[in-house]
Structures are given as structure tokens and as C-alpha cells.
């Protein structure tokens, strides 16, 4: 199925805006960002992670409740922060059950369970969500640099591949498209579009699944290096954003965007 559409994954349904969103965000985002530009007056706000020093932010993802979760290569640990109370409040380990160690570059939640994407072991696990310990998972010979699930099945945004490749939770291979970019990092899906990160360009991409177009979103290009794009997660209209070096947990209210031009380029 190389290269070939696959189907729209749900009912369309827009980003929502601001006004929508359940009054219980943390008072420390929200307000702009004054250290580094986003084109065409886009508006951002992020928190400061802890372990300052320790570099290696990469998976994140939402829980569908009120944490966000983001993996740390040094710590081998995820991360739990609290949205409402804007901290970080839970730790999970990384798999202890490997032999050696995993390293994460990708992470998902499947409403009971994280996924992870391995390249350490070449290997995609479903893990529980207080030890840590491996379920299951399956081979994945490849650099898996994001992980989402879509409510039934996973997909995974491949540097090895250049493309955005489907799979059941056994391992099945479903489908793949390919997609622009030279460093992909990232992924997030808003029930009817892929986001996912250049890390090389410092660009975000929006990919429609049923045809398999990709636009460039130049509003969402950060000028002043906030440092690599590592992770993308999803949540209630707002894109999250991880990125290494800054060591920071960004947050955009996608409703500011030209959506009209973004969807006419996506058809």
C-alpha cells in the first residue's frame, strides 16, 4: 500500500477555538511568549520543564483527561504534568523487563495504556501505565520519531522511511504515505489531521490522511530557534509542542491560523 490514500479516520471535525476550550488551564499558560517569534502574530505560551540540564525531551501525549505526558531519554522516565495545576506531578519508568534500556521517540496513550516507539530494540510496546512494564509491542526495523493512535490503530511518523506509516496493534502493516521533509519528529492527530514536526527546518506540516497532502503551516515556523522539535500532541483545539535545548512545553491555539487557505491547500 506504499504511497497509496487510506480513509479519513473519523467524521471531519475543526481544530476548536479558544472560547470552546474548558476553563481549567494553568494560569502560567497564558501568557505570550516573549523570548523568540512566531510568523504573522501567531500567539504562543509554554512552561519551563524540569531537570534543567537534562536535554533529551522527545515523546509526548495526552491522556484524554487533565495531564500531558512527555518522555525524557536521561531521567528514562515519562513525565506527567498537571494542566490544571500546571506542574509536574507523575513519573512512570521507562520498561525495566528489556535487558537494556529503551530509548523513546515516540509515545502515545490508548486510553488505558502508553505506546512507545523503541529504537533502541527496533520494537513498538504497549506498556502499562504505572510500572512501566511491556505488554506487548512488535518489530519496527526503523527510526519511529512519533506515535499517535487514532482509536484503534497506531500510526508512527518514520525518519527511516520519510513517511507516515499505519499499523494494528499486533503489528500489521495497514499503509503508508510518504511526506515532505527532511528530518520529521513528531506527530499529533486532531481526529481529522496529522500534524507532525520538522526538526531540521523548524517547520510544522498538516497532513491529510485521505488523500495524503501535506501543507506547511509557515505561520507555526519559529524564527529565534526555541531549540528541536521533538514532540507534537493534540488537545482541545490547542497544539503542544516539545522541544529540546529550551527544554520547554509550548502550547498554540490553533483557531489563529488562516484555516480557509490551510484546507484549500489540503484538498
Known sequence: MSGSPVPALAL???????TDVPDRLPPKLTGPLSNYTINNDIRADYIDLPFQGLLIWT?????GADHIWVANNEMKVIVGFSIPKAKQERMVPF?????????VTGLTWDGAHFWIADPEHQMIYQIDALTGKTLKGFPYPGLANGLVWDGGSLWLVSQTNRALEHFSP????????PIPGSWPSGLAWDGRYFWYSDANQGVIYVLNPANGKASEVPALKFMMNPGTFNGLAWMHGYLWIV?????????VDVS??????LEAALQ
Not at 12 to 17: A, F, G, H, S
Open 59 to 63: 515523546g509526548i501525549t495526552w491522556d
Open 170 to 177: 499486533e503489528g500489521e502493516r495497514l499503509g503508508s504515505l
Open 95 to 103: 520498561p525495566s523487563d528489556l535487558g537494556t534500556p529503551a530509548t
Open 243 to 251: 522541544t529540546e535545548f529550551h527544554e520547554r512545553l509550548h502550547r
Open 12 to 18: 471531519p471535525v475543526l481544530p476548536k477555538p479558544l
Open 256 to 261: 489563529q491560523l488562516d484555516w480557509k487557505a
